[in-house]
Every structure is written in structure tokens, then in C-alpha cells.
């Protein structure tokens, strides 16, 4: 584009629990491993099919990707979401209310795209030339929302983001490209499961062509090359035995296996004589994966590709049938199963917002339903053994894997559980509608009494943390009138007190795990820091110790540093068997920090600053916030207390990367806290 561009609990059971089931298990539709948005009918998930046929193509010569300046920035939002925001066509003067996050920033190149993905709402927003007009709105040349579960081409037709009518996004490598199902963490081995989409010059594109998937061309061209054109690398090319660069592997693997359909024009030059194709890459993604930033491998990602090309070819790939692509998507659908993995897997409950739900000792016991023999288990997979059940207060954070056990001790509680509490809307979607429903409880009242007073399904499991509190209350409930020998008793052991009785087994009962009970005596406090500050390279004399935020960036030892202090004198002589350090995200980052201890403690917020800042000692913990943004997320620093219990202890936050992170000060209302259980 030149410049433009009354209901059922069974019901309700059904819907909620399958989103979370699907966010655990990518759909069997696509190849395994990475996690591709749109859903079925996207043309983009789908592989070349036997029987097309290739022409050879020996203009372009090679591909690589954009400069950052022209790619796309996302963000992603999770309830409760931003403040809408008014989204105005500057062409058209249309206009729409999205929630789009003040902090947002459309990319600086002159085409000034921006997006943002709401997984909870099914949606994915783009711009193109969008510029703030103000703290409440954006104009755009271009606009639109796709849902995720779509196909990702713009309908009504007229309004686009890509000259063909593609979301800016459709085949751009994202996050959720290298985001393993199976950790939630980024992993570079993996292969990019989708077509890429690429420009190439305006001298090959043809005027006002087009051709399926596209749905729009772009005038004033003179070549031949329709938009929406599909090319790919011979299927016979053995990628993985090249040696080049993982994220040239990545990318040609996609093209030999998906292609790459043209969806807009470009101005790159040529390379070695051949027109160059483009495509893009979401910024700070290659910084997170390969230490490098995405302009800083142009030259070795073209190189690798033009010497592949030059030996195997690329080929126009034509005979393939798009008729799918036409087909609806149902109004109201769950986010597709292949819907954009959370990129914030450590959102936690916060540790001093425990909720203790006044009504659980006034209700009497309710009927345990007992089903012989036992249904089967939906979501199982396996056992495990004690070693393998998280550390305290871990396994909210650890997604999905130890949320599959979690999934799976939550099933046996609520299938003995009669199921009209709150859990049982909270669960909606996540086991099928045959799931059994018991009669009411005993003495149980629900509160709320309907689905439509919770969280819309499934915001709650990214909710920060009033809905999760809600959640948990629920949950306690559940836990409280079932004999806590499963797993879960422990799964919540630091949510609520070790004094809260472990009834003993009901009869037909048998948990998936075997575990040791937690020994009695351990004991939770909660601490805020004695003193935090930041250190500024670009103001090495600045003093930023009252301030309400912290700020972490990189390079190591040369950006900002962020220096924390806790008072642990009280806990000497005592055994430390965890600590949780919590922080609330005013700033998302996508980069790796770094947790360093420090010797000095004399340090004051009142004088520290870069010049006089103590050393940085050994390296305690990594960690990556996956641009959570506006969100609590939890480090684990069980080894670095355990080696000061009795001290006073500082630590500090460096980065490897330039992407910064923001975080609340003890001056907040938002203050650090680190959660510390010990005997």
C-alpha cells in the first residue's frame, strides 16, 4: 500500500474450561509447536498442498526482514483492560472505541503501524499511519479489527491495513511464533507455523491486481505480480542441514512449508542484482531470542537466503484452493484454539491481597457426590511425584505445565463438589457439556448467583488480581469441603494459613498425586523493601530514590539499575524454604533481566546514583516479564534469601536488552513485596 492503507450450568461449564484446555493443547489442525493466531480459515495456517503447482520466479532474489522502523509494534492486554480509546479514519472519518493502552506507540517509519491483541475480547486491532491525537485519540489513514479466530483479511473489504486487505500481522513472525505450549517461555528451535507475508518493489506489482486470498490491489504499478500471489521454496529443500542462522532456518522453513503470499509494496533495493521481498518481524523479538536486534541481522539473515535461493530457486505457487477462507466465523465463538498463547505467564495473585472468605465457617459440609466408577479424565496427563509439585507459591506462575496438574486437581474437586457455586461459571468452557452436574449443595450460596456478575469467560485467568481473588475464593471453598489429600492442599499451601484443616479422604477418592503433607510450623511474612531506588547511566549524578516507579534497562551494567533492600535480621536463626519477590509492571518489557546480589547495604535512597552505586556481585536469577504490561509478576529468590536469612540484604536488576522495564516503588501504592515462608 503506497502510504494508505437464563442459562445452564452444563452450558456454561462448557465454554470457559475450553479455552484453557486449548490454550495447553495447539490445536491438531496445525503442525505442533509454536502457536499461530487466526484460526482455521486463515490461509496463512495452512501448508501448501500436494498437487500445486511452481513456476519459477527469478526476479527476486532474495527476502529478509524490514527495519524495525516499518514492522509493527503489539501489545498485548488482558483484563481489566485500558481505557477505550477514539480511533479515527482520516480518510473516511470513521470511528471506533478500542482499548488501547496509553504507553502504546505506532512504529516510527513513515507507515506508523501499531496493534494490539486482546485475547480475552478476540481481537486483534491494527493501524496503519496512526499518530495520538491526545491522551484519549488516535487517527489512523487506515484501521481495523480482526478476531483471532478469523481469517485475518479484512472484511468489509475496504477497510485495510495492507494493500491486499491482510492484517498487518498475518503473516508477520510474532511471539507467539517461538512461544512453547508446553513452558510458556520463548524457544528459539522452534519453526514458524504459518505463511510469511512479504512486499516486494512497486515495478513487479501488478496495477490493481489481485488474487485470492487478497481481497484488494494497489494502483499505479507496472509489473505483473498480483497481490495475495503466493511463492515458496521446493518442498525438497533440506533447511535444517543448512548452515546458516536459526532465524534463517525459521523463515525458510515457513516458506517452503506454508510460502509467502505478497501483500503489499516496498521501496528495499536490490540485493546482488535481484529484487529483494520483505516481511516483517515484531520489534525485540530477535533482541529476546538471539541476544541481537532484528536490523542487526539484515545482512546475515539476506545473505543465507539469496545463497539459498540462488542454489534451490523460488517459485510462484499456483493450483491451490482458497474456498475455505469464505467461511464464517460463528458470532460469539471462544477464542480459537490456536489463539495467541499469554504472553504473561507469571500474572500472580498479590501476596498481602490473600483473600479469606468470611462465609466458609458458617457453611456446613455439603454432599460429596461420589461417581463409581469415576469418568474419565478429560485433560489427563500424567502423575507425577511429590519432587515434581511446585514450590510454594509457584504454580500459579509456572503456565501450562503445571497448570495441567493444577487443571487436573481442580477436575476431581469439582466433579465431587456439587457444582453451582461460583466455580462452576468460573469453569465455563473447560470441560464438555456431558460433564455431569450434581444437584445443589447443601447450605451453599453462590455468590454472585449468575454467570453474568463474574468475569467474562476467560478473563478471569488473566485477571490482575481482583477477578483472580474472586477466583480463589471460589476455589477455597471447593478446597475447604474436599478432603484436601489431593494435590491441590499443597498447590495452595501459601494462599491460605497452614492452620486451615486437611479433612481425611472421602470414600471413592483417589488422588493423581501422592504427596508428603506440609510440614506443620511453617510460618508466611510478607515484607516491603527498606529502601529501593534506580541508577541512571545518561544521569549518573541524578537521585531517584523518592521516586514511585523503579527502572530496569540494558546494556548490563550500563543502563538503568534498580537497587532493592529488605531487612531480614528478624528471621535469623530461622529456615527459609521460599521467597517470592512480587512486582507490579508499569512498563512492559520483552527483554531478559538480571537479579544480582550485593554485598553493600550501606547505600540510602537519599544519596545513590550511577557514580557512587555499590558493585554488582554474583548473578542470582534471570528472568523475562513477556511484556506483561500493567500486571504482577513474581521472581523466584529462594537461594538468595536462604544465603542472607538474619541479614539485611540488597539486590539489584540489570538487563541484558534495551527494552526497559517499570516497575512500582515502595513509595507506590503498588509497593514490592517479598513473600518469605519459613520455620
Known amino acids: 500500500m503506497k502510504r494508505q492503507y437464563g442459562i445452564s450450568v452444563s452450558k456454561i461449564i462448557c465454554h470457559l474450561l475450553f479455552t484453557i484446555v486449548f490454550w495447553i493443547f495447539p490445536a491438531v489442525t496445525f503442525a505442533a509447536s509454536s502457536i499461530p493466531i487466526f484460526g482455521p480459515t486463515a490461509p ?8 500445486a503447482t511452481y513456476t519459477v520466479e527469478t526476479r527476486i532474489g532474495s527476502f529478509r ?21 477514539t480511533v479515527t479514519n482520516t480518510y473516511s472519518g470513521r470511528t471506533a472505541q478500542w482499548p488501547i493502552p496509553t504507553t502504546a506507540q505506532p512504529a516510527t517509519g513513515d507507515d506508523h503501524h501499531l496493534g494490539v491483541i486482546s485475547t480475552s475480547e478476540n481481537e486483534l486491532y491494527e493501524m496503519w499511519d496512526a499518530v495520538w491525537a491526545g491522551t ?7 484501521m481495523k479489527d480482526f478476531p483471532l479466530n478469523g481469517t485475518g483479511i479484512s472484511n468489509p473489504t475496504y477497510q485495510k491495513v495492507t494493500a491486499a486487505g491482510f492484517a498487518v500481522s498475518a503473516g508477520a513472525v510474532l511471539r507467539e511464533d517461538f512461544t512453547d505450549p508446553a513452558t510458556g517461555q520463548l524457544n528459539p528451535t522452534l519453526s514458524i507455523n504459518h505463511a510469511l507475508a ?4 512497486n515495478a513487479l506489482i501488478q496495477n490493481n491486481g489481485f488474487v485470492a486470498p487478497a481481497v484488494g490491489g494497489e494502483s499505479g504499478d507496472t509489473g505483473d505480480i498480483p497481490l495475495g500471489a503466493l511463492y515458496a521454496i521446493p518442498k525438497s529443500v533440506n533447511v535444517d542441514a543448512l548452515q546458516i542462522h536459526p532465524l534463517s532456518k525459521a523463515l525458510l522453513r515457513a516458506a517452503r512449508d506454508y510460502g509467502i503470499y505478497i501483500n503489499d509494496s516496498n521501496a528495499a533495493a536490490q540485493y546482488n542484482n535481484k529484487d529483494t521481498a520483505t516481511i516483517r518481524i515484531e520489534p525485540g523479538l530477535t533482541d529476546s531470542l538471539f541476544g541481537q536486534a532484528s536490523d542487526d541481522l539484515i545482512p546475515t539473515v539476506q545473505q543465507d537466503i539469496y545463497t539459498v535461493v540462488a542454489q534451490y530457486g523460488l517459485y510462484r505457487v499456483t493450483g491451490v484452493d482458497f474456498s475455505y477462507v469464505n467461511q464464517p466465523v460463528p458470532t460469539g465463538s471462544p477464542v480459537s484454539p490456536t489463539a495467541t498463547l499469554p504472553v504473561q505467564p507469571t500474572v500472580t495473585v498479590r501476596p498481602t491481597a490473600t483473600p479469606i472468605p468470611s462465609v466458609v465457617p458458617t457453611i456446613p459440609n455439603p454432599t460429596i457426590l461420589i461417581a463409581t466408577p469415576t469418568p474419565p479424565h478429560p485433560t489427563q496427563i500424567s502423575t507425577c511425584t511429590d519432587p515434581a509439585i511446585p514450590a510454594v507459591g509457584a504454580w500459579f506462575c509456572q503456565i501450562p505445565t503445571n497448570l495441567k496438574n493444577f487443571l487436573e486437581q481442580l477436575y476431581l474437586l469439582v466433579y465431587y463438589f456439587n457444582r453451582t457455586s461460583n466455580m462452576a461459571y468460573l469453569l465455563n468452557g473447560i470441560y464438555p457439556v456431558s460433564t455431569p452436574t450434581p444437584t445443589t449443595a447443601t447450605g451453599v450460596t453462590p455468590t454472585p448467583t449468575t454467570a453474568a456478575a463474574l468475569p467474562n469467560p476467560p478473563s478471569w485467568w488473566y485477571a490482575q488480581p481482583d477477578n483472580l481473588r474472586n477466583f480463589l475464593d471460589q476455589l477455597y471453598l471447593l478446597v475447604d469441603y474436599f478432603n484436601r489429600a489431593s494435590t491441590m492442599a499443597y ?15 472421602p470414600p471413592g477418592v483417589t ?15 510478607t515484607l516491603v523493601p527498606t529502601a529501593d531506588t ?14 514511585t516507579i523503579v527502572k530496569v534497562s540494558g546494556p548490563t551494567n550500563t543502563g538503568d539499575i534498580t537497587f532493592i533492600t529488605y531487612d531480614l535480621t528478624a528471621l535469623a536463626g530461622k529456615t527459609i524454604s521460599s521467597a517470592l519477590f512480587s512486582f507490579y509492571i508499569t512498563n512492559a518489557s520483552v527483554g531478559t533481566d538480571s537479579v544480582y546480589a550485593v554485598a553493600d547495604s550501606s547505600w540510602t535512597e537519599a544519596t545513590l546514583n550511577y557514580n557512587n552505586m555499590p558493585a554488582l556481585g554474583s548473578l542470582s536469577t534471570t528472568f523475562n516479564s513477556n ?5 504482577w509478576y513474581q521472581v523466584d529468590l529462594t537461594s538468595l534469601m536462604q544465603a542472607n536469612a538474619g541479614k539485611v540484604v540488597t539486590f539489584a536488576i540489570s538487563s541484558q536488552d534495551t527494552d526497559a522495564l517499570w516497575f512500582n516503588s515502595r513509595e507506590s501504592t503498588n509497593p514490592e513485596t517479598l513473600q518469605i515462608r519459613y520455620q
Open 65 to 85: 526482514q524490514v527495519y524495525t522502523d516499518y514492522s509493527i509494534p503489539l501489545y498485548r492486554i488482558f483484563p481489566p483492560l485500558p481505557a477505550l480509546v
Open 44 to 51: 496463512f495456517n495452512h501448508q501448501i498442498p500436494a498437487g
Open 136 to 142: 484519549t485519540q488516535i487517527n489512523a489513514g487506515g
Open 534 to 547: 534506580y541508577a541512571r547511566m545518561t544521569a549518573p549524578t541524578t537521585i531517584d530514590g523518592t521516586n
Open 627 to 631: 511484556n506483561l504490561m500493567n500486571g
Open 198 to 201: 512479504a512486499a516486494i518493489p
Open 491 to 505: 498447590l495452595l499451601v501459601g494462599i491460605y494459613p497452614p492452620a486451615t484443616p486437611i479433612p481425611t479422604l
Open 511 to 525: 488422588p493423581s498425586v501422592t504427596v508428603t503433607p506440609v510440614p506443620s510450623g511453617n510460618t508466611t511474612i
